[in-house]
């Protein structure tokens, strides 16, 4: 598609859609191996084809192609590929067997860096530090993580559950480019990347790696200094990692740092690969913050923070395709996070024009038409769905029908979807039950979706069967939001009940009630947020 297509930048949109999500999924107590084991519940089916089987194994294998690529190896990817092909054709192999096949190939020890990649969990977070009395960068001490830290002073290398990891790494100075591999995470090597007096450094260039970065704070305001030099996946990545790791270590400093970043870019910065995780950690939070005073600090701030580049995209259709997605996600983060005004014109858009709106831009058009439009426009939606048969379009009225802010919209659609001859369609249910949890938050009401669930459990099972797709999605979905110990034990004690002790629908749900918790009552008190938002 790269060759093919250079203007669709593809690489750049892989970071957003397929790396980030991965990095985000793999930091969790529910991740897994790609290398899966075979004791898998029959509940826990649906789950397999999730981000960390296809979006990380996917990193982890473009990680793979660049080392080779970068690292004059006798082949190139494609050429290993070609020849293990060849060499096991008709044959049976083991999951080692192409690992092996490309370390003969290439001369590489890729069979141990493979090995590790396939069966360990997580990945590695690089600490970068620069010595005050010399120019260079080193690789710090840190305290012990579950994942891998750079730690013991100098540069040695450790981890607390005793990991290793062969690590690519591309970094990148305001001197030049140097291509590197860390070749064993417990051998303690002591790393320097020597550089001028005031030049900044940015780690994992391009982000071709599969780890994060955490820069000291004296690093991180050079590089917030110097992010007009920066490409535009390296940007990206700097973002991405800096909300992670404030929200996953309780940092209020780092977190703080990452909005200042953001607002360092949004005067600046039209690139939807930059804009898309700034978006994307701004509706995280705004979803989750539950102290009053604070998230109507954070959705203002929000709002500031968006409103140049919807300003400078408005409504117009975009052309480029790149220009059209971040147009509709700003929109459409915008509507989330209450900016004036756009609620009223998606309204007069939609009735000045009907069904004949720019592709890329009825979605969030119909979002904003039904948002306020109350059972009126929910009526008008459904008539659209029924008539409709082209899937993404039947995908927008739903996501539309989905975003009302009535209650009683929300249950009838609730209603309708889990009907026996119900018009919804069963590949759909996903997507709606999705919307429909944060619409359930938007009008302060969590517990809906999940009430819903309880009442008509039965009609549910009965309909789809407990290992469905559609069950696993509306049981993690219902509990999105939910916080607090007495909604939690709500939520285990029915999970108990019903038979899901245990399984990974289990702990993904309960595991997205902990982090909410955690992130309030670390960075969602007042003290806290005086600290991060600005």
């Known amino acids: 598609m790269d060759a093919i297509f250079p203007r669709y ?18 930091s969790l107590s529910t991740t897994h191996p790609l290398n899966l084991q075979s004791d898998i519940s029959y509940q826990d089916m649906p789950l397999l084809l999730d981000e960390i089987t296809l979006r990380k194994g996917a990193s982890v294998m473009r990680q793979l192609t660049l080392y080779m690529e970068n690292s004059k190896s006798h082949s190139t990817f494609q050429q290993a590929i070609r020849m293990y092909l060849q060499r096991n054709m008709f044959g049976t192999i083991s999951a080692l067997t192409i690992w092996n096949a490309m370390q003969q190939s290439t001369g590489l020890p890729i069979n141990r860096m493979m090995r590790q990649w396939s069966w360990q969990i997580g990945f590695p977070i690089i600490y970068v530090d620069s010595l005050p009395d010399q120019p260079r960068f080193v690789l710090p001490k840190q305290h012990p993580s579950f994942f891998l830290l750079y730690s013991a002073g100098g540069g040695n290398f450790n981890s607390s559950a005793g990991l290793g990891w062969s690590i690519p790494i591309l970094a990148q100075t305001s001197e030049g480019k140097r291509w590197f591999r860390v070749q064993h995470a417990l051998r303690g090597e002591s790393m320097s990347l020597p550089a001028g007096p005031r030049a900044w450094l940015k780690l994992n260039n391009a982000q071709v790696g599969y780890f994060r970065t955490k820069y000291n704070s004296e690093l991180t305001r050079t590089l917030t200094e110097s992010v007009r030099q920066l490409d535009v996946s390296d940007t990206s990545g700097l973002v991405d990692d800096l909300f992670a790791l404030g929200v996953q270590r309780d940092s209020a400093k780092v977190l703080r740092q990452a909005m200042e970043l953001s607002h360092a870019i949004r005067k600046s910065e039209t690139d939807y690969v930059v804009w898309a995780p700034i978006l994307k950690h701004l ?25 140049p ?4 995209l408005g409504w117009t259709p975009q052309w480029h395709h790149e220009k059209a997605m971040l147009q509709a996600q700003a929109l459409a983060a915008g509507l989330e996070f209450g900016f004036p005004g756009l609620a009223e014109t998606a309204n007069r858009i939609a009735s000045t024009h009907g069904a004949h709106l720019p592709a890329s831009l009825s979605e969030v058009i119909y979002r904003g038409y039904t948002m306020e439009g109350g059972m009126a426009a929910f009526r008008h939606m459904i008539a659209l769905y029924k008539n409709e048969h ?3 379009q039947e995908e927008e009225y739903i996501n539309a029908m989905a975003s009302s802010k009535d209650p009683g919209v929300l249950h009838e659609l609730l209603m309708i979807a889990v009907a026996k001859d119900g018009p919804i369609k069963t590949q759909h249910l996903a997507s709606l039950f999705s919307r429909v ?12 979706l999940w009430k819903f669930l309880q009442d008509h459990w ?3 099972e009965g309909k789809y069967g407990t290992s469905s797709r559609q069950a696993v999605h509306l049981i993690i979905h219902a509990g999105q939001y939910l916080q607090g110990e007495d909604q939690y034990m709500q939520v ?3 999970l108990d009940q019903n038979g899901f002790q245990g399984t990974r629908v289990a702990k993904w749900a309960l595991l997205n009630m902990r982090i909410n ?4 009552q670390y960075l969602g008190n007042k003290k806290a947020c005086l600290q991060w938002i600005n």
Do not use: G, Y
């Not at 580049?309 to 400078?312: E, G, P, Q, T, V």
């Not at 949890?437 to 809906?448: H, Q, T, V």
């Not at 918790?517 to 309030?520: P, Q």
């Open 517 to 520: 918790s955690h992130f309030n």
């Open 9 to 26: 930048r593809i690489w750049n949109q892989f970071l957003v859609r397929e790396l980030q999500p991965a990095l985000e999924a793999d």
């Open 283 to 307: 509706r995280w939070m705004a979803l989750r913050l539950e102290e009053p005073n604070c998230h109507k600090k954070l959705l203002k701030t929000a709002q500031n923070i968006i409103e």
């Open 492 to 494: 285990a004690e029915w």
């Open 390 to 392: 082209v899937p993404s």
């Open 309 to 312: 580049i919807i300003a400078m």
């Open 437 to 448: 949890a944060i619409s359930c938050k938007l009008i302060n009401d969590p517990m809906l």
């Open 458 to 460: 039965d009609q549910l």
